[in-house]
């Protein structure tokens, strides 16, 4: 079964603070890990990753992948208290037709003024 | 673009009744998600459908959860009879083939 374990499970920073959040997985027959973004409504897509050592950015947002350690880390810069949010994991399987996510818990992000 | 439609937005009912939630997928989306999200589990993957198909519904905890996909732009998850336990927000995703899932606004489920 895939396995998808994010830390820690809870952060509260000041504005301004650099963010690391963890993301430890396993899947059979990996294809892709994703990060959302969810606030108090729906998750929202941030980054989509395939391939060890290459760095997606957005603006202050920053992710990467690391294909045999099975992790990927989600790095904000600068942060500031819109980045206050419950931030998710999920991986892919590459199984056939098989289109199943499987998300982490989720690490919620507290960004104090 | 409206996105993914949810209806309703909050439903709260008396546990033994009929609970039936929506679903408006993006115009064009083949693949339809039904996943239920609480904080002892987090999001979990109920059922998906692909051009109007259900192809796994491993996550269906039980028989009193149905779903159901009458055409490409519309979605029901019936649960009956409804628990307790069975509160969460209900949230149905859409995308196009193997893109990123786009999350309706969810339905949030109260059963007393």
């Known amino acids: 079964e895939d396995k998808v374990v994010q830390s820690p499970l809870s952060l509260v920073v000041h504005e301004g603070d650099t963010v690391t959040l963890n993301c430890s997985y396993e899947?059979?027959?990996?294809?892709?890990l994703l990060w959302y973004k969810q606030e108090k409504k729906a998750p929202t897509f941030l980054f989509m990753l395939?391939?060890?050592?290459i760095e997606k950015k957005s603006g202050r947002l920053s992710s990467i992948l690391d294909k045999k350690e099975l992790f990927s880390i989600l790095n904000i810069t600068a942060t500031q208290t819109g980045d206050s949010a419950v931030y998710l994991c999920?991986?892919?399987?590459?199984?056939?037709?098989?289109?199943?996510?499987?998300f982490g818990k989720g690490t919620l992000l507290t960004v104090n003024p | 673009d409206a996105g993914v439609i949810q209806s309703p937005r909050h439903e709260v009912t008396e546990m033994g009744q009929e609970v039936t939630l929506r679903c408006k997928p993006i115009s064009g989306h083949d693949y339809l998600f039904w996943y239920r999200q609480t904080m002892m589990r987090g999001l979990e993957l109920l059922i998906y459908?692909?051009?109007?198909?259900?192809?796994?519904d491993s996550g269906m905890p039980e028989d009193r959860f149905s779903a159901k996909m009458p055409n490409a732009s519309f979605s029901t998850l019936k649960i009956q009879p409804s628990e307790p336990r069975d509160s969460a927000v209900y949230f149905c995703a859409s995308s196009l083939g193997d893109s990123t899932r786009n999350f309706g606004p969810g339905t949030r489920l109260t059963v007393t």
């Open positions: 999920a991986v892919r399987n590459s199984g056939g037709s098989n289109y199943k996510l499987t």
């Open positions: 899947v059979t027959n990996f294809r892709s």
């Open positions: 395939t391939s060890s050592g």
């Open positions: 459908f692909n051009n109007n198909v259900p192809i796994d």
